[in-house]
């Protein structure tokens, strides 16, 4: 499984609820709130076993982690749940052998109403997928978590945060019975060490931009992203389809916490090369040079660039968002081979 990291947090501002005009949060746990209350069923799914068994009694896989919990898909049951496409979901997730936690989910829509994908073989023309159903929300009981998962049509991928502890959910690619695994992030043998290295640009903000509590405004105003993904994301997950569900599956991931801003954010564009690209070099901020020369033009407000090449992250700088100039609104993201989704996409 790859993961990116780190997270640049764009705004921050006080909710005065007296003051402002009605609007919807996409917190997860208000999306869970708002279907409740509007007697949304939430529809019960159990897409893996309840035998499970501990990383540790597993050498054959070669695992990178100390623990976790291995689970076998069903996949009839993913199917299932794929076909029906349920608004709310209340899905059943073994955590060992002897107990469970239930997610219950609320399907989003993580892109833009002109939202696309191509590649280097077929651009400008537009590539028909399969997107995926995407849903966040929270552990049942539990409304201080926030739950982030995508399920594809033989695929499902999550994450959960309880207290701040983040935990994966992914296939292992060394197992071809339909295997996942369960684990918390700390739990990684060689945990890859945050890193940013985006300069400081010596202006900071002013007081009246701080004091905007416009809380409506910023939920109402969708931060479009294009992404751009290297040939060695493509090679590595072994097919356009595949790479796809995998970003869209990151991005799922990451969207949870800019939600707990105020700060909605869809993707409008993904760019894949399937062929050679300009992006060989080896240092972060060269491939961000290379992004900006080749990022004249994009669909979208900010770009990011995905690869596994380079070390930890880049942005152009800090007023990406709001600058016209496209080369600002760029930033590089690599991929660490071992890491989980989180947080990772720059801006302002």
């Given at each position: 499984m790859?993961?990116?990291?780190?997270?640049?947090l764009?705004?921050?501002?006080v909710v005065?609820?007296?003051?402002?005009?009605?609007?919807?949060?996409?917190?997860?746990?208000?999306?869970?709130?708002?279907?409740k209350r509007?007697?949304?069923s939430?529809?019960?799914?159990?897409?893996?076993?309840?035998?499970?068994?501990?990383?540790?009694?597993?050498p054959?896989?070669?695992?990178?982690?100390?623990?976790?919990?291995?689970?076998?898909l069903?996949p009839?049951?993913?199917?299932?749940l794929?076909?029906?496409?349920?608004?709310?979901?209340?899905?059943?997730?073994?955590v060992?052998?002897?107990?469970?936690?239930?997610?219950?989910?609320?399907?989003v829509?993580?892109?833009?109403s002109?939202?696309?994908?191509?590649?280097?073989?077929?651009?400008?023309?537009?590539?028909?997928?399969?997107?995926?159903?995407?849903?966040?929300?929270?552990?049942?009981?539990?409304?201080?978590?926030q739950?982030a998962?995508?399920?594809f049509?033989q695929?499902?991928m999550?994450?959960?945060?309880?207290?701040?502890?983040r935990?994966?959910?992914?296939?292992?690619?060394?197992?071809?019975?339909?295997?996942?695994?369960?684990?918390?992030?700390k739990?990684?043998?060689?945990?890859?060490?945050l890193?940013c290295?985006?300069?400081?640009d010596?202006?900071?903000?002013?007081?009246?931009?701080l004091?905007?509590?416009?809380v409506?405004?910023r939920?109402d105003?969708c931060?479009?992203l294009?992404?751009?993904?290297?040939?060695?994301?493509?090679n590595?997950k072994?097919?356009?389809?595949n790479?796809?569900?995998?970003?869209?599956?990151?991005?799922?991931?990451?969207?949870?916490?800019?939600?707990?801003?105020?700060?909605?954010?869809?993707?409008?564009?993904?760019?894949?090369?399937?062929?050679?690209?300009?992006y060989?070099?080896?240092?972060?901020?060269?491939l961000?040079?290379?992004?900006?020369?080749?990022?004249?033009?994009?669909?979208?407000?900010?770009?990011?660039?995905?690869?596994?090449?380079?070390s930890?992250g880049?942005?152009?700088?800090?007023?990406g968002?709001?600058?016209?100039?496209a080369?600002i609104?760029?930033?590089?993201l690599?991929?660490?081979?071992?890491?989980?989704?989180y947080?990772?996409?720059r801006?302002?």
């Amino acid at each position: 499984m790859k993961k990116p990291f780190t997270l640049l947090l764009i705004l921050l501002g006080v909710v005065v609820l007296n003051a402002q005009p009605e609007y919807r949060s996409e917190r997860p746990v208000d999306l869970v709130s708002a279907k409740k209350r509007a007697g949304i069923s939430f529809e019960a799914a159990k897409p893996f076993e309840r035998t499970v068994s501990l990383a540790h009694t597993r050498p054959d896989l070669d695992l990178p982690v100390e623990s976790g919990t291995i689970l076998r898909l069903l996949p009839a049951e993913l199917n299932n749940l794929y076909a029906q496409r349920p608004e709310a979901l209340s899905l059943q997730l073994p955590v060992d052998a002897h107990s469970q936690i239930v997610l219950e989910l609320v399907q989003v829509q993580p892109f833009s109403s002109d939202f696309r994908v191509s590649t280097d073989k077929t651009a400008p023309a537009i590539v028909t997928l399969d997107m995926g159903l995407h849903y966040r929300g929270v552990v049942k009981d539990a409304p201080n978590t926030q739950v982030a998962i995508s399920i594809f049509s033989q695929d499902i991928m999550g994450l959960i945060i309880v207290d701040g502890n983040r935990f994966a959910l992914g296939k292992l690619s060394q197992s071809a019975a339909n295997e996942y695994i369960l684990y918390e992030e700390k739990d990684l043998d060689d945990h890859p060490a945050l890193s940013c290295a985006t300069p400081d640009d010596g202006q900071g903000y002013e007081r009246h931009e701080l004091e905007d509590n416009n809380v409506a405004f910023r939920q109402d105003k969708c931060v479009r992203l294009y992404m751009e993904v290297n040939n060695d994301v493509f090679n590595n997950k072994g097919g356009l389809q595949n790479t796809i569900n995998y970003v869209t599956g990151i991005f799922n991931q990451s969207a949870i916490l800019f939600t707990n801003e105020s700060l909605n954010f869809v993707i409008s564009e993904i760019f894949v090369w399937t062929g050679p690209s300009p992006y060989t070099q080896n240092s972060t901020s060269q491939l961000l040079t290379a992004f900006q020369n080749n990022s004249s033009n994009f669909n979208g407000d900010l770009a990011i660039l995905l690869s596994y090449r380079g070390s930890g992250g880049i942005a152009a700088g800090f007023n990406g968002l709001c600058n016209r100039i496209a080369a600002i609104a760029c930033a590089m993201l690599v991929l660490h081979p071992l890491s989980i989704m989180y947080p990772f996409i720059r801006g302002r």
